[in-house]
């Protein structure tokens, strides 16, 4: 028994089989406008604080924007590059001290996220276990970030005061560990002075996040870890760190921006005049903006910061990314 297709007389059996009909169209439903205005907002907000700054203050580099235009910064003249040539000029003086305040902020940098990474492991590990009173513990811990900067900091200010200060106080009147009290806010001891207020405002927020990943390591890992004969560094070594590297990564380039960018705990300590040791970039480069009144100069150097965070930021990634994809395979 054999069967025929029908063709319809309106196609050629030369020209193949009938097209298929087209889809019919789907309707949109309703309402598939609501996430998009739920945007518009935050979109909005983020051009006119970050955006639209953010393009104005590299425009402003490349003009020669002083007070004599102050009135009328859109008639001062264009500069091109010659704010970024000074500032690159190590030669020169304003190269040569921009330099020497970006040496200053590594250091500073390096030692504050140090600093505070590993007070905020310590306290996150000890208090890991249950025990009594383990509560208030955390919250006394947390205490430094709760607070408002410039309360902090400038508490900070009066117990560094040579005379009247309580540091000068505890070390030299109780302790006796030195014989003259040391200026802490001028000269080399101001670097000294800004690390540690800097690491005491900073490390409860590495506690707080490394408190909260240490909360998805399994107890029994380390009870299991412990029967084997593990000591706790061994336990520390060998199973908090490598279940903690992805929290740690992040964090770490966190703390690193945060602190890098840091303007409020220098300028709330030392005033609009730091000393040399104090000197970090975002506090020089306010000066070069707002005491010299070199608006164009100073935008260059935030400008010239901006692309070192972001190059730094971008590099750190690209190695991030590529240990995760040779540990995927």
Same mark, same amino acid.
């Given at each position: &028994?054999?069967?025929?297709?029908?063709?319809?007389?309106?196609? *050629?059996?030369? *020209?193949?089989?009938?097209? *298929?009909?087209?889809?019919?169209?789907?309707?949109?439903?309703?309402? %598939?406008? +609501?996430?998009?205005?739920?945007?518009?907002?935050?979109?909005? #907000?983020?051009?006119?604080?970050?955006?639209?700054?953010?393009?104005?203050?590299?425009?402003?580099?490349?003009?020669?924007?002083?007070? @004599?235009?102050? @009135?009328?910064?859109?008639?001062?003249?264009?500069?091109?590059?010659?704010?970024?040539?000074?500032?690159?000029?190590?030669?020169?003086?304003?190269?040569?001290?921009?330099?020497?305040?970006?040496?200053?902020?590594? @250091?500073?940098?390096?030692?504050?996220? $140090?600093?505070?990474?590993?007070?905020? &492991?310590?306290?996150?590990?000890?208090?890991?276990?249950?025990?009594?009173?383990?509560?208030?513990?955390?919250?006394?811990?947390?205490?430094?970030?709760?607070?408002?900067?410039?309360?902090?900091?400038?508490?900070?200010?009066?117990? !560094?005061?040579?005379?009247?200060?309580?540091?000068?106080?505890?070390?030299?009147?109780?302790?006796?560990?030195?014989?003259?009290?040391? #200026?802490?806010?001028?000269?080399?001891?101001?670097?000294?002075?800004?690390?540690?207020?800097?690491? %005491?405002?900073?490390?409860?927020?590495?506690? +707080?996040? !490394?408190?909260?990943?240490?909360?998805?390591?399994?107890?029994?890992?380390?009870?299991?870890?412990?029967?084997?004969?593990?000591?706790?560094?061994?336990? %520390?070594?060998?199973? =908090? +760190?490598?279940?903690?590297?992805?929290?740690?990564?992040? /964090?770490? /380039?966190? &703390?690193? !921006?945060? =602190?890098?960018? *840091?303007?409020?705990?220098?300028?709330?300590?030392?005033?609009?005049?730091?000393?040399?040791?104090?000197?970090?970039?975002?506090?020089?480069?306010?000066?070069?903006?707002? +005491?010299? %009144?070199?608006?164009?100069?100073? @935008?260059?150097?935030?400008?010239?910061? &901006?692309? #070192?965070?972001?190059?730094?930021? $971008?590099?750190?990634?690209?190695?991030?990314?590529?240990?995760?994809?040779?540990?995927?395979?």
């Amino acid at each position: &028994m054999t069967t025929s297709t029908k063709v319809p007389d309106h196609v *050629d059996p030369k *020209d193949g089989p009938a097209p *298929d009909p087209p889809a019919p169209r789907r309707k949109r439903r309703k309402g %598939w406008w +609501l996430p998009y205005a739920l945007l518009v907002p935050a979109v909005f #907000f983020e051009l006119l604080v970050h955006i639209i700054p953010m393009i104005t203050g590299i425009w402003v580099s490349f003009l020669e924007l002083t007070q @004599a235009y102050i @009135a009328n910064w859109g008639a001062a003249p264009f500069a091109g590059l010659g704010n970024y040539q000074i500032s690159l000029d190590f030669n020169g003086v304003i190269g040569s001290a921009l330099l020497r305040s970006f040496a200053v902020t590594c @250091a500073f940098t390096i030692l504050v996220v $140090g600093i505070a990474w590993v007070m905020g &492991m310590a306290a996150a590990v000890a208090l890991q276990r249950q025990f009594r009173g383990r509560s208030l513990f955390r919250t006394f811990f947390l205490v430094p970030y709760a607070l408002p900067v410039f309360a902090s900091v400038i508490a900070w200010k009066f117990m !560094l005061q040579k005379d009247s200060g309580a540091v000068n106080h505890l070390l030299s009147d109780n302790l006796g560990l030195i014989d003259e009290k040391p #200026f802490w806010l001028i000269g080399d001891n101001a670097f000294i002075s800004l690390v540690v207020v800097a690491a %005491w405002r900073l490390w409860p927020f590495a506690f +707080l996040m !490394l408190m909260a990943g240490l909360q998805s390591i399994p107890t029994d890992v380390y009870e299991a870890s412990a029967v084997d004969g593990a000591k706790p560094f061994r336990q %520390w070594r060998s199973i =908090t +760190l490598p279940m903690m590297r992805p929290v740690n990564l992040v /964090l770490v /380039l966190v &703390m690193f !921006l945060w =602190t890098f960018n *840091d303007f409020n705990v220098p300028y709330i300590l030392f005033g609009s005049s730091q000393p040399p040791a104090g000197d970090i970039i975002s506090f020089h480069i306010y000066n070069a903006s707002f +005491l010299t %009144w070199n608006f164009g100069l100073g @935008a260059a150097m935030s400008v010239l910061l &901006m692309l #070192f965070l972001l190059l730094v930021s $971008g590099i750190y990634l690209m190695v991030l990314n590529g240990r995760n994809k040779r540990a995927g395979n």
